[in-house]
């Protein structure tokens, strides 16, 4: 290797510490929002690995934990609340990775006009917080998320509707009869409402 070669090599290492140093403390002082999806991995057990939606009152659903407060978290203290949620279940505290899939997004001057907010989480191609018109149909919204995936159990897609008073209403919606030909109640969506898609059990 040339003397300029071993440089120019040298100088892109540098650059690149740099620029994760760089990042480091950005990352540790982010503070999760509600819309972001979070990628959650679990060396133990790969059956635990999830995206984690946080929803508009700022809590994720963790398997084998239930829900938990998100929103305002670091990454970091959201992760450590996580092993040790789940350390009862197994003989050591579990290594649990956590880091943002995306960030919910950031709307521009102008949009909102007609808009709501709505999400979308487990077995559709884009999880995540969805902004639709108002009047949007599940059906809709499913498209607009890209629709279920080949793992999604279409005959039990949920859709959870939170009231101001604290009270929650589950609806069922059928996709896989709506694709056979039969009548489907249609769903209109309100805002915040969260469509669920749950995977696909086994010979389903």
Do not use: C, W
């Not at 002082?29 to 057990?45: F, H, N």
């Not at 934990?65 to 009862?88: F, M, N, W």
């Not at 069922?172 to 056979?180: E, I, N, Q, V």
Request: proline share 6%; no cysteine.
């Amino acid at each position: 290797m040339s003397e300029t070669m071993f440089k120019a090599i040298l100088r892109l290492a540098i650059a690149a510490i740099f620029a994760v140093v760089a990042v480091l403390p950005a990352a540790a002082a982010y503070r999760i929002k509600p819309g972001d999806t979070l990628k959650m991995q679990v060396l133990e057990d790969s059956s635990l690995n999830s995206d984690l939606l946080v929803l508009p009152d700022g809590s994720v659903t963790v398997p084998s934990v239930g829900t938990i407060q998100a929103a305002g978290d670091s990454i970091e203290t959201l992760r450590s609340v996580i092993a040790k949620r789940l350390t009862p279940n197994f003989a050591t505290t579990p290594t649990v990775y956590l880091s943002i899939g995306s960030l919910a997004p950031v709307r521009s001057v102008g949009s909102g006009r007609g808009q709501i907010d709505v999400y979308a989480m487990g077995e559709v191609a884009k999880p995540g917080l969805v902004e639709v018109r108002r009047g949007t149909t599940l059906l809709q919204a499913l498209a607009q998320a890209g629709g279920p995936t080949p793992y999604a159990a279409t005959k039990r897609i949920q859709l959870r509707r939170s009231f101001k008073n604290g009270q929650s209403q589950i609806l069922h919606f059928d996709y896989k009869a709506l694709m056979s030909g039969a009548a489907v109640p249609t769903i209109v969506l309100q805002r915040g409402d969260v469509i669920i898609v749950p995977t696909r059990r086994l010979f389903e």
